[in-house]
């Protein structure tokens, strides 16, 4: 009776063996299904695209730019000044093609033609 005891307890223990090994592959297969990737050049065109309506609506209320000339230049960094941008936590705004570059520093060009905006950022 008591090899029949361990018998059992060691094909218990294969058994519980097996499972948790599936289990772990099933897990780490699974999880990679959540994985997410980051589209760096949609991400910078969606940045581009903000800091352009943030200087277009900079232009409209400050018409005082167009007194003299009718294009302006501008940085990001005035627009971040003057609180049409909002930054991270270190005050800048990240490139998302270079992790060790920022966008504060990139030129905006405002034209006012025809009484419309328009603004370019400086790749």
């Known amino acids: ?6 018998r059992k307890i060691i094909i218990l223990g294969a058994i519980l063996f097996v499972f948790t090994i599936l289990y772990f592959i099933v897990v ?4 990679y ?44 960094q005035d627009l971040i000044d003057e ?12 490139n998302p093609l270079n992790d060790n570059e920022t966008l504060n520093s990139k030129m905006v060009k405002i034209k006012l033609e025809n009484e419309e905006l328009l603004v370019e950022v400086d790749k």
């Open 83 to 94: 609180k049409y941008l909002i930054t991270d936590e270190s005050g800048s705004i990240p």
């Open 1 to 6: 009776m008591n090899v029949l005891k361990d």
């Open 33 to 76: 299904a959540f994985e997410t990737t980051i589209d760096s050049e949609a991400t910078y065109a969606t940045v581009i695209d903000t800091i352009k309506k943030s200087a277009s609506a900079y232009g409209k209320d400050k018409p005082q730019l167009f007194s003299e000339n009718n294009t302006a230049y501008i940085k990001v």
């Open 28 to 31: 780490n297969h699974v999880s």
